[in-house]
């Protein structure tokens, strides 16, 4: 019952502050529709030159088909073998298409052109899938060509991409940005409440108050992994209808994971709070833990590209195990049986962070 | 424990922040009933001793004794006995008056009909619309009411105050100090630290601190008679000025 009243108290104090409501609850919806364009791995409209010195009909057809390509914005045509430079150091395009006949031994013109693709090195990421595309447009080329001279290819890998066919990045990152919500929603609200009391003094009253160290700790933490779940559904809300993007698992195992990650992340706030002695100070901690969290969560890059030792760093970030777990659920259908390692590696560092944090905050009001 | 026990007996009590001594050795009683002014400048070590008192601060050498019950052992059955009002009043701001009362009466295990008659009966000494106010929001006066009563709705023994009457207008004051008669007639123990120099007139006793020593104790009008001064100020300058001054 006692508890009833510091989360009540609690509530009642997160409600009262309109800014916050706004932050709690509208900007998670802004925040998922913009992050969920802005952070995309997908390339629409690469702006590219293309310098062709072929007099082949094989390079025009090559150069149509680049043209016609949402992928790519084709800013520059030109014939003058001078112009290959300057308009990729000035950043007018990324990536610059130079055609030459390519020729035998006795310069004779072959059937197909040389191609040169020089691509803008700085934005490696785009530069990497345009270039993927660029050498796909061109094997299709060829394969097309040998298929109508009647001349079988003898080998050709056929990929075929399940779970996401499209390969749209939004179907990877909007579950990830489901995760990330929950963790910037409960990282900030619980990591200024106990400074909050200790700043307006009432964390003395409450001490003193029959209330045991656990009763505060637990309604510290209640009301925000409250506030964290419902924000959670309106991320998830946000994904799937506006987005679109298919939710083929189960709610109850994306729930079950949810909460064992709110246990690590709010006793991982509450011990910043508890090592902060103002809100500046708690808030300046949970934003660099929150980008550390997330730069080592997979969400951006795959964890497996982190050097060994900064692995050790993300096999102990609770954020990693959610992210592939809600992508699991969300993207695969999968049930427990294919991510209980995760879950129980969660559970884990939930545990732990649990108990650093609740030794912490009764070392601290024993001081 | 003996019904002679004092409520509160303070014994050779030290505090250290680092390599600074903030009380040093301080020893002093309050017999149940009775209302001890703790006197003393800013930083002189009021907060600190009543913190120890309660709890909340860790004892770097010495005891203190509640009832003969050592606070270092018996802290939960001390906890049911004290009731403690902090410098800022320790209320939440954007909680209403009527709110803070059921928050704080509901985590010293009020029944929900306590809760409701306890509402009612700080509705008696304020008005309805204030009751409904934030806390931010209210007099500093109302505040420090509104303070004092949740502090007594576990009904305890014995009372802490820490400067309750700073930042409250003379007649608040004078209000404050009826009502802490009242408690006395109800048989409470009341440590009240405060720098107003004019309120140890209210005191049964008073324990004048500086640098986190006792330069003075006793009843106002005998250390008056004993010093030969006219007023608490001039002993209280005295006092100072004898352990010497920052």
């Not at chain 1, 030109?78 to 310069?107: C, N, T, W």
């Not at chain 1, 011990?271 to 949970?286: E, K, N, P, R, W």
């Not at chain 1, 649990?354 to 905050?361: A, E, G, M, Q």
Request: hydrophobic residues 50%.
């Amino acid at each position: 019952m006692k508890l009833f009243f510091m989360v009540k108290k609690e509530l009642i104090e997160i409600t009262r502050q309109k800014e916050l409501l706004f932050l709690m609850f509208v900007s998670p919806v802004i925040q998922v529709i913009i992050l969920g364009y802005v952070i995309s791995t997908d390339i629409r409209h690469v702006p590219v030159g293309i310098v062709n010195l072929s007099r082949g009909q094989a390079a025009e057809r090559i150069i149509e088909r680049v043209r016609r390509s949402p992928l790519f914005d084709v800013r520059l045509e030109s014939r003058h073998s001078q112009d290959y430079l300057y308009p990729l150091k000035k950043g007018e395009v990324k990536a610059m298409l130079i055609f030459r006949d390519a020729l035998d031994r006795k310069r004779t013109v072959l059937k197909y052109p040389e191609v040169q693709v020089l691509m803008d090195g700085i934005d490696s990421n785009t530069s990497m899938i345009a270039a993927g595309y660029f050498n796909g447009i061109i094997k299709n080329y060829i394969l097309n060509d040998m298929e109508k001279l009647g001349r079988g290819v003898p080998m050709a890998g056929r990929p075929v991409f399940r779970f996401n066919p499209q390969l749209r990045s939004i179907n990877t990152m909007g579950p990830g940005i489901v995760a990330f919500l929950l963790t910037i929603i409960t990282m900030f609200l619980t990591s200024a409440s106990l400074v909050r009391e200790k700043e307006q003094q009432t964390l003395d009253t409450l001490l003193i108050s029959p209330l045991t160290t656990l009763e505060i700790y637990v309604g510290k933490a209640l009301p925000a992994a409250l506030i964290g779940l419902v924000d959670m559904v309106i991320g998830l809300l946000v994904v799937v209808l506006w987005f679109g993007i298919p939710f083929r698992g189960n709610l109850l195992y994306l729930f079950l994971a949810s909460l064992v990650y709110l246990a690590a992340i709010l006793a991982y706030a509450l011990l910043i709070s508890v090592l902060s002695a103002t809100t500046q100070q708690a808030m300046f901690f949970a934003w660099f833990s929150l980008m550390i969290f997330l730069l080592m969560s997979g969400f951006f890059t795959p964890v497996e590209n982190i050097p060994p030792l900064l692995r050790l760093l993300a096999d102990i970030n609770p954020l990693r195990y959610l992210i592939k777990i809600i992508r699991e659920i969300f993207l695969k259908g999968n049930g427990i049986s294919y991510f209980w390692k995760d879950l129980l590696a969660l559970g884990g560092i939930a545990l732990a962070l649990v108990s650093i944090s609740l030794l912490n905050f009764k070392r601290f009001i024993s001081k | 424990m003996s019904a002679a026990a004092p409520a509160i007996a303070v014994r050779d009590l030290c505090k250290n922040f680092g390599h600074f001594q903030a009380v040093k050795r301080i020893s002093f009683e309050v017999a149940p009933g009775e209302i001890v002014g703790f006197l003393g400048p800013n930083g002189a070590g009021k907060t600190t001793t009543i913190k120890m008192i309660t709890g909340l601060l860790k004892i770097t050498s010495g005891a203190v004794l509640i009832n003969g019950l050592d606070n270092r052992e018996h802290l939960a059955a001390i906890k049911k006995k004290i009731g403690y009002m902090s410098q800022k009043f320790s209320l939440y701001h954007l909680l209403t008056a009527q709110e803070n009362i059921e928050f704080f009466g509901g985590i010293s295990g009020l029944a929900p009909r306590e809760l409701k008659a306890s509402v009612a009966r700080m509705g008696e000494q304020v008005a309805a619309a204030v009751l409904r106010q934030k806390i931010q929001d209210v007099p500093p006066g109302i505040r420090q009411k509104v303070a004092l009563f949740v502090c007594l709705l576990p009904e305890p023994e014995i009372i802490l105050l820490d400067e309750p009457t700073s930042g409250v207008d003379p007649e608040a004051r004078r209000l404050f100090w009826s009502e802490i008669y009242g408690l006395k007639k109800r048989g409470k123990t009341l440590l009240v630290s405060t720098h107003n120099l004019d309120e140890a007139e209210y005191c049964d006793r008073i324990i004048i601190i500086h640098n986190g020593e006792i330069v003075a104790a006793g009843a106002p009008d005998e250390l008056l008679r004993q010093k030969g001064k006219a007023s608490i100020e001039e002993l209280f300058k005295d006092a100072i000025q004898e352990h010497g001054q920052d």
